[in-house]
């Protein structure tokens, strides 16, 4: 299955754990592929940076570099219109749609409004969970 993770999806599974880490070690034992755009791995290093300064002791650099040779990465075109509130998370659904990824993951209140956008779901990180990795 793959999949694209929001960057508070991401960030918090490697900084916090919970269900977004539960989703992050799925990854990691090759039971989903993730999937990013150069523009989104950008955000996940620039917020990882930021929240790195508040919680030196995690590391974040060895997991972007597994996420750069280990994750599926395209180069998606934008979307035709904008279609969350916030325009800035189009990018997850270009992304998703660019390579049939069945949803994206997120905790984010406004792009979960979307629910569902050409075929792509977008489910918090515990729906995914217990959806998807529960066995």
């Known amino acids: 299955m793959r999949i694209v993770l929001d960057t508070n999806v991401f960030v918090s599974g490697v900084f916090f754990r919970g269900p977004p880490g539960e989703i992050i070690d799925a990854w990691h034992a090759e039971h989903i592929q993730l999937v990013v755009s150069l523009e989104i791995l950008d955000e996940y290093q620039r917020v990882g940076a930021e929240l790195a ?3 030196p002791a995690v590391d974040l650099a060895p997991v972007l570099q597994y996420l750069a040779v280990n994750a599926e990465i ?3 075109p934008p979307l035709d219109e904008q279609v969350c509130e916030d325009a800035d998370d189009d ?3 270009a992304c998703a749609i660019a390579v049939g990824a069945e949803c994206v993951v997120t ?4 792009l979960l409004k979307v629910a569902e956008y050409r075929g792509v779901e977008v489910l ?8 998807h990795l529960a066995k």
């Open 53 to 55: 300064v508040k919680y």
């Open 124 to 131: 918090r990180p515990r729906d995914f969970v217990d959806r």
């Open 91 to 93: 990018k997850f659904l």
């Open 74 to 76: 395209c180069d998606p």
């Open 107 to 110: 905790g984010d209140k406004l």
